[in-house]
């Protein structure tokens, strides 16, 4: 059983900053990658950043610059620092992680993705 926990989000004021955290627990052999999705009414989720297990990163084009992913491969974290931050961030944020959960399934090259519960963040004045 795999589980991951977010927190840190909330409402902040245009302009202000949150950081989100996500940490991942259970039968973990090892992780691919980690990031953040976020899904806002009525859009589709889309991908805001992730962070592969060498460090490398990827950032969706609406929040390159204002973002920034971090790791810490020992305790299967992963964080997101939210700067300049507009309304129309404002969406659920999901925590991903692509990871092997089980001895076989590393040894086969068999990943799976799991997902935290959701954290809301709100950008309003």
């Known amino acids: 059983q795999v589980q991951l926990v977010e927190s840190g989000g909330g409402l902040v004021q245009p302009g202000g900053s949150l950081r989100l955290s996500c940490a991942a627990s259970?039968?973990?052999?090892?992780?691919?990658?980690m990031g953040w999705y976020r899904q806002a009414p009525g859009k589709q989720r889309e991908l805001v950043a992730s962070?592969?297990?060498?460090?490398?990163?990827k950032y969706g084009d609406s929040v390159k610059g204002r973002f920034t992913v971090s790791r810490d491969n020992a305790k299967n974290t992963v964080h997101l620092q939210m700067n300049s931050l507009k309304p129309e961030d404002t969406a659920v944020y999901y925590c991903?992680?692509?990871?092997?959960?089980?001895?076989?399934?590393?040894?086969?090259?068999?990943?799976?993705?799991?997902w935290g519960q959701g954290t809301q963040v709100t950008v309003s004045s």
């Open positions: 991903d992680a692509e990871l092997y959960p089980s001895a076989r399934a590393y040894a086969m090259g068999v990943n799976a993705h799991y």
């Open positions: 259970g039968s973990i052999v090892s992780i691919n990658a």
């Open positions: 962070i592969a297990s060498d460090g490398s990163t």
